[in-house]
């Protein structure tokens, strides 16, 4: 047992904030990025690829903890910028995951190492408007076509839809799951504009739509024999909300901490007052038991993954759901600067409500942790 | 980091567990309705070990790590040993044996520690008073050096196992004009006279512990029973929180997974509608804020008693943080496992209502919730 990261750990922490704060203002990666291309996401992972932080999870990393390693780093990450964490992430652990796990050498040479370098931007799609609790059968469909395969279906909620380089669109090939690889700008593939949202404005969400796409057969990526493909996207996504809402927490409580300590109110620090010094209590409270349990989770993936299934679903509701809170309760004690715009505080709390909606939705999540303890589940 | 637990702790727990179940559970229900202590169930829990775990085996003890130690409270909750005895187990071992261990002279080790450990001694620890609770620095006992003795005047409130104690750790003041620096610890043994108990308070949960008032009326004690030296009351108190916000809370860590598991059995059998009630989602909800709350909570006791395994000193912030999620966010499990079991849950047979009412003591004994609050905002 032991509860510490190790001082390398701690290491990496500081060079992935510093290198991601040497590149300015991180105010400006939570606005829309006009271009096209989204550099601005790509400069980030361009800095991101001179630390280990884009291989972690991915490829054996010497010194480091795998998921352990890579949710403190995460938390790092979406502590700076969760705008510039959640398109990363998509890009490098969903996309770059899907295809370092079951993508054939080829595969991972042209769209992995690029990725893992910095040098280009996947997205995963994987959403659709008919699924549900029970993973129904996704609609997106694969035909075969000689050489190639014609992928007919739509995908919401596409994180980097506008800006990826490549799509891995997840769909059904002959009655077995697949991942279809399309590339920015194939006929057929059209991408909305991007939606407009609350939170995480800097980064592109669409919607897409496949049109008899045509693709080369070996775009197509087929999951290990016996993956539940939609289940295992779910739980990538979980893990990268979990760094989100760690990272927006930890923010949000030391804004509103730093400001309780500075700002005086009646001759004293407004921490001094107990409806202050109460609330942040509370907030840490939920934030180190946010952090404990999302850091048992990686560590269980890491090391029994068979395991992880309801801890993961657990603290899935209960990072996400206390992000919200503790985001709601820094607002309040930083009074009226906590409401303006651009605030730190008022950044996560716009961000918060995303996790609980996103992968498993916390209701869905409760759904088969009951079940799990009912036995309906295994 | 690394979250595991040995082969040989699994195992342990595994082994507590059925212990439990089959020495101790049986008995529960007759002594909670009674709010009686239950004596052989306290015998049999020293018999098997669990009194002593940490201490060394020169006095009886398994010399077991705090992990391993606090995981034993978590056994016996998970079990469905009532919080009373788990209470009466705690302040037992890790107030007042803990306190001896750690600032007797070896000879009062030695004539304490064995019995303790085996069960044939009662102990409890005596801070609380009726105008001092948390603010221990405003205690009125005095302690008044005459000679080779010392003279106790002053009463205690809310002491766990006062009324059985054999042996009791008493704060007092040996220079009353000074705050912190002026409480001083010793030992009192049952029997001494001008040393008294009062009847046991009448409380809502953990009613098979006996918790009641003590009295010290120009109760003379020997000199030698000041544990360490004039003016370190203060900081064993501080010490002994430690084991407060850890081994003190696994007890009702283990509560909740007995909980998940009762109202799990009970949603698979109870029909209604023409089903069993665990196949509509707002029962999963309950069955799910259950299991979240078990495992939240479980790291965080677990994380302070490896901190105490490392040795590392008074680690007020992480203590006080996981005292205020185990006090503050168990109500809502224990709420949820009564209404579970509707009608059946208010009722005493089913179990629910007591793990309810025992439950309540977590925001309150050991510091409140508002006083970890104070603590942690004071940190940060």
Known sequence: MNYDFTEAEHALFADIAGQVNALGDPAALEQRDPSEKGWQIRRVMETLAQTPYLKLGLQPAEDYNGQLT????????????????????????????????????????????????????????????????????????GEKHGDSVLVTGTKQYVINASIADWIAVAGVCEGASALFIVESGDPGLSVDAPLQTPGYQGTPISAITLDRCEIPAGQVISPATGDDMPAVLRTWENQILLGASLGISKTAFETARDYAKSHRSGGKPVIAY?????????????????????????????????????????????????????????????GGSGYISGNRAELAYRCAKYGQIAGISTEIARVKIGDAALGYRK | MDFAFTREQQMFKKEIIRFAKKEIVPRVQEHDLKEAFDFESFRKLGEFGILGLHFPEEYGGSGADVVTTVMAGEALGEAGVDGGLTLAYGAHSFLCADTIFCHASDALRKRYLPGLISGKYIGCMGLTEPDAGSDVASMKTTAEKKGDTYVLNGSKIFITNGPIADVAVIYAKTDPEQAHGGISAFIVEK?????????????????????????????????????????????????????????????FVGAAKYMLNACADYAK????????????????????????????????????????????????????????????????????????????????????????????????????????????????
């Not at chain 1, 991972?108 to 699924?131: N, R, T, V, W």
């Not at chain 1, 946010?290 to 560590?299: I, V």
């Not at chain 1, 992000?323 to 309040?332: D, H, L, P």
């Not at chain 2, 008074?314 to 224990?334: I, Q, R, Y």
């Open chain 2, 269 to 380: 059998k109870r029909e209604q509608f023409g089903r069993p009630i665990g196949k509509f989602q707002a029962t999963k909800h309950k069955l799910a804020n259950i299991r979240i709350f078990y495992e939240a909570a479980q790291s965080l006791a677990y994380r302070i008693a490896w901190y105490k395994d490392q040795g590392r000193p008074l680690n007020h912030l992480e203590a006080a943080v996981a005292k205020l999620f185990v006090g503050d966010w168990s109500m809502g499990p224990a709420n949820d496992a009564m209404v579970l079991f509707g009608g059946y849950g208010y009722c005493h047979e089913y179990n629910m209502e007591r793990i309810f009412r025992d439950s309540r003591l977590a925001p309150i004994g050991g510091g409140t919730s508002d006083i970890q609050k104070m603590i942690i905002s004071k940190l940060i």
């Open chain 1, 70 to 141: 890579l949710m403190g780093a995460m938390e790092v990450l979406a502590g700076i910028s969760p705008s510039a964490y959640l398109a990363v992430e998509s890009a490098a652990r969903l996309f770059g995951r899907a295809v370092g796990s079951w993508g054939n050498s080829a595969q991972k040479e042209k769209y992995l190492d690029p990725i893992l370098a910095g040098q280009g931007l996947g997205a995963l799609a994987l959403s659709e408007g008919a699924m549900n609790i029970e993973n129904e059968p996704l609609a997106t469909i």
């Open chain 2, 191 to 251: 029997g001494t006279p001008g040393f008294s108990a009062g009847p046991p308070l009448i409380k809502m949960g953990v009613r098979t512990s006996q918790t009641s008032e003590l009295f010290f009326d120009n109760c003379e004690i020997p000199a030698e029973n000041l544990l360490g030296a004039e003016g370190e009351g203060f900081t064993m108190a501080l010490q002994t929180v430690e084991w407060d916000r850890s081994a003190l809370l696994t007890p």
């Open chain 1, 274 to 334: 107990q409806e202050v010094g109460f609330k942040l209590a509370e907030m840490l409270t939920m934030l180190q038991t946010a952090q404990l349990l999302a850091y048992r989770t990686a560590w269980t993936l890491e090391t029994s993954p068979d395991e992880a299934y309801e801890l993961m679903l657990s603290a899935k509701v209960f990072c996400t759901e206390s992000a919200e809170q503790i985001c709601s309760e820094a607002m309040k004690i930083l």
